[in-house]
């Protein structure tokens, strides 16, 4: 199966400022990536589909670049709703698997 | 709108049975593909089945094969997740999903319930 690597495990970030989240796959995924967001106590969110494409709703301040094997999700300007866990998922294989997620916290 | 609400979850032994159910509203079930997705606690994401429209196609992760049965009733806009000699690894909050799915398999989740909670534990 393929393995998704995320880093780092925790960014500490300022609100206002960019954030810059990595995923990494061991084999190339082409731009078959989706990444999520997750609140405490919640259910994961869907923010970008096929490596660059926003969901329905999802901010501009959410953006998602990359292909084959490296990914990365910025965040411009965080706002107080944007601390949460983000999860990568790569649907180029079964079974799609994720990473074990970034936390960005609060500065 | 779209809202998945799942139940069936709790505590059983090692051993036990348990199935879940997933409650679909607000779009027509019967053109989506579906999935469980489980979380253990602390831990990440792991795709546990999914089943496609008309139950054609059905996967699961290896870790479960032979263990759960995942099926649903389009009528009724449900859909279920049979799990059988659980142990304490199955343990987790399990999530239903919508998926958007092409060529037979689901591609991305783009929506979640709430989740269902499985503890396995004597």
């Given at each position: 199966e393929i393995v998704m690597t995320q880093s780092p495990a925790t960014l500490s970030v300022s609100p206002g400022e960019r954030a810059t989240l990595s995923c990494r796959a061991?084999?190339?995924?082409?731009?078959n990536l989706a990444w999520y967001q997750q609140k405490p106590g919640q259910a994961p969110r869907l923010l970008?589909?096929?490596?660059?494409t926003r969901a329905t709703?999802?901010?501009?301040?959410f953006s998602g670049s990359g292909s084959g094997t490296e990914f990365t999700l910025t965040i411009t300007s965080l706002q107080s709703e944007d601390f949460a866990v983000y999860y990568c998922q790569q649907f180029e294989s079964w079974p799609r698997t994720f990473g074990r997620g970034t936390e960005v916290e609060i500065k | 709108q779209v809202q998945l609400v799942e139940s069936g979850g709790g505590l059983v032994e090692p051993g036990g049975s348990l199935r879940l159910s997933c409650a679909a509203s607000g779009f027509s079930f019967s053109d989506y593909y579906m999935t469980w997705i489980r979380q253990a606690p602390g831990k990440g994401l792991e795709c546990v089945s999914y089943i496609s429209t008309f139950s054609t196609y059905t996967s699961s992760a290896d870790s479960v094969k032979g263990r759960f049965t995942i099926s649903r009733d389009n009528a009724g806009n449900s859909l279920y997740l049979q799990m059988n000699s659980?142990?304490?690894?199955?343990?987790a909050v399990y999530y239903c999903a919508r998926a958007v799915a092409g060529s037979s398999v689901p591609y991305y989740f783009d929506y979640w319930g709430q989740g269902t909670l499985v503890t396995v534990s004597s």
């Open positions: 061991s084999q190339s995924v082409s731009s970008i589909h096929d490596a660059s709703g999802v901010p501009a301040r | 659980l142990s304490a690894e199955d343990s």
